[in-house]
């Protein structure tokens, strides 16, 4: 039971990333582009959790919190990047 | 013991479904602004809710669960400022729907300040 | 229109692709002879409960040394490279909001910290060293956009770099000396398996791959900032 | 060199390490312990964030109800702009208004446009001194006090007492 639900919810969340992903190819500017990777890889966080729990391994939560350091600092640099304050 | 697990799955579950709306709203909303505005923030609460649900389901895993929310909860509305702040700055438009811009009206008054 | 078509072939190209991947991958449960070696032979050998960790730091440890000079040398070019006047160019960065630089001040100790956890426990999960100092080199990466021109403490990056490379050198020496072999991590106790406190000398080991890691990076990152002050 | 702030780093420090490690054997304590102050004293002596918080416990009373109503405000907005999202005319007002908030500290502010951010709906575009630019969805008046009771109010007077 608890693991179909937890298969449905990582379908949904893959089906979020591909719409994501939509965005991601048309843009149409710079800022959208990374805006929708910024949303895939928060996205991502939840997916690799969701297989942490799977594979039943703690450790994989790790991986999850240094995704999120590195969308958060990508994000940042670029953003910075744009409004020419580098 | 096993009620708990159905909690925390149906917890998982929710943020799945924010997840997704989110990413809807992503692709439906007119200007940047906008979809910082829906997706972003709605995946926000989406992950969160996700890793909550982890959380229960797993007890062991809450201390780490724990802290990998306040990092997301932290984290993520800054990058979110700071990309509109840019956006804004390098003058990326707004959608025909804007009723007003205030900072536009604010910006143009301080260089008139400045001449 | 026709764009969108495209778009939609290629996501659904690319969803078909991975799923099949998915779905018709099977593990290959049985391993070839080295692998098996490694995956047998760690626990007991060098009591280190990741096997990636234990092959980098002691079976091929020295391939490590290597690595760590390599990215020194790296860091020394570059610092002489970039480093051409010392006039500072009048340049106005425009100033980063006050979120930002308080963000950036509250999580900088956690960043940090956050990196010391990744190699200390490069033992134990899947962690170590030179993703640890990437992780504080983050860090310092955000303190620079939070302010462009801020300083760093020079000095102290290069005593750290400098110490923990010779202390990793010193270690490498003892190996030799007290166990069998360069860098060799026997020689301190192995302790229980799991625990922070064990495997050797393998969390020392990479405790200070981290800090030379993170401080090559930081200052990587110092001086390329510093050249767009430069004139 | 400040002694509150480097207390106040080493405590945030310490308790985020147990928390990552998730054990209190004695090896786990006391590695943090020294790492906690090698980066309280050596790294973040100038970090003076912390410093405005008020320990009092009548400010963390407020901190558990802005915590709550944080929450509610988070859940009620996300439900709201879900379904803007899922109507298929899309029902948007969206503009950015002006804002004033009577919060000094650097902190107080930080939070302030952090959970404004978190909610959808609303999203902080600038900063400047105590004037904030918001994105709005749904813009029901553009008025800066009509404004600043909507959006800025529910959450200020919970942090007016944490942060002054």
Not at chain 3, 1 to 29: C, R
Not at chain 3, 38 to 57: F, L
Not at chain 3, 211 to 216: D, I, P, Q, R, Y
Not at chain 4, 16 to 26: C, G, H, I
């Amino acid at each position: 039971m608890v693991e179909i639900i937890l298969y449905i919810a990582g379908g949904l969340i893959l089906l979020g990333m591909l719409t994501a992903l939509w965005r991601f190819v048309e843009g149409p500017s710079s800022a959208d582009r990374i805006m929708a990777f910024d949303a895939m890889t928060v996205t991502s966080i939840a997916l690799i959790a969701l297989i942490a729990f799977f594979n039943n391994r703690i450790i994989y939560l790790d991986v999850a919190l240094v995704y999120g350091l590195l969308s958060f600092t990508g994000v940042i640099v670029i953003a910075r990047f744009l409004e020419k304050g580098l | 013991m096993e009620i708990r697990m159905l909690i925390g799955s149906i917890v998982t579950l929710i943020g799945a479904i924010f997840i997704f709306l989110g990413a809807l709203g992503i692709v439906r909303m007119p200007d940047l602004y906008n979809r910082l505005q829906s997706g972003t923030k709605a995946s926000t609460l989406g992950t969160i809710l996700s890793i909550a649900g982890i959380g229960i389901i797993n007890p062991a895993w809450a201390g780490k669960a724990f802290i990998i929310i306040s990092f997301v909860m932290m984290t993520n509305p800054v990058s979110s400022h700071t990309l509109a702040r840019g956006a804004h700055h390098l003058g990326i438009p707004l959608s025909k729907k804007t009723v007003i811009d205030k900072l536009k009206e604010a910006e143009a008054n301080e260089k008139k300040e400045e001449q | 229109m026709y764009k969108n078509m495209f778009i939609i072939v290629l996501l659904a190209g690319l969803g078909i692709l991975l799923g099949s991947f998915l779905l018709t991958h099977h593990a290959n449960k049985a391993l070839p002879e080295l692998p098996a070696y490694y995956a047998d032979k760690t626990a007991s050998e060098v009591g280190a409960a990741n096997v990636v960790t234990a092959v980098i730091v002691t079976y091929r440890g020295f391939d490590t040394l290597g690595e760590v000079t390599i990215l020194f040398v790296a860091a020394s070019l570059i610092a002489m490279f970039l480093k051409t006047s010392k006039a500072p160019k009048d340049r106005h960065p425009r100033p980063s909001s006050v979120i930002l630089s308080t963000a950036q001040k509250l999580l900088f100790p956690l960043i940090v910290l956050f990196g010391v956890y990744v190699f200390t426990n490069g033992h134990l999960t899947p962690g170590g060293g030179f993703q640890g100092g990437a992780v504080i080199a983050t860090g310092f990466l955000l303190l620079l956009m939070a302010n462009p021109q801020a300083e760093f403490k020079h000095g102290l990056l290069n005593f750290i770099e400098s110490i923990s490379g010779t202390s990793y050198v010193i270690i490498g020496i003892l190996g030799a000396i007290l166990g069998l072999g360069f860098l060799d991590n026997r020689f301190m106790s192995l302790g229980e398996l799991g625990t922070l406190f064990s495997a050797g000398a393998i969390p020392v080991i990479y405790s200070l791959i981290g800090l030379k890691v993170g401080a090559e990076l930081s200052n990587i990152l110092h001086h390329l900032n510093e050249v767009q002050n430069e004139a | 060199m400040n002694l509150k702030n480097v207390i106040q780093i080493f405590i945030l420090s310490y308790l985020t390490w147990l928390a990552l490690n998730w054990s209190v054997n004695a090896d786990v304590l006391i590695t943090g312990a020294i790492i906690s102050v090698l980066i309280a004293v050596l790294l973040c002596s100038h970090c003076e964030v912390l410093q405005e918080v008020r320990l009092s416990p009548k400010s963390f009373a407020y901190a558990f109800a802005f915590v709550g109503v944080f929450w509610i405000e988070l859940i009620k907005s996300n439900f709201d702009v879900a379904l803007r999202v899922l109507t298929p005319s899309l029902p948007i007002n969206p503009g950015i208004v002006e804002v004033k908030t009577t919060l000094h500290s650097n902190i107080g502010k930080m939070l302030l446009a952090n959970a404004i951010t978190l909610t959808p709906g609303t999203l902080t575009v600038d900063i400047l001194d105590d004037r904030m630019f918001i994105h709005w969805i749904d813009v029901t008046s553009t008025d800066i006090n009509e404004a600043t009771r909507a959006i800025v109010s529910k959450f200020e007077k919970y942090l007016e007492v944490m942060y002054g």
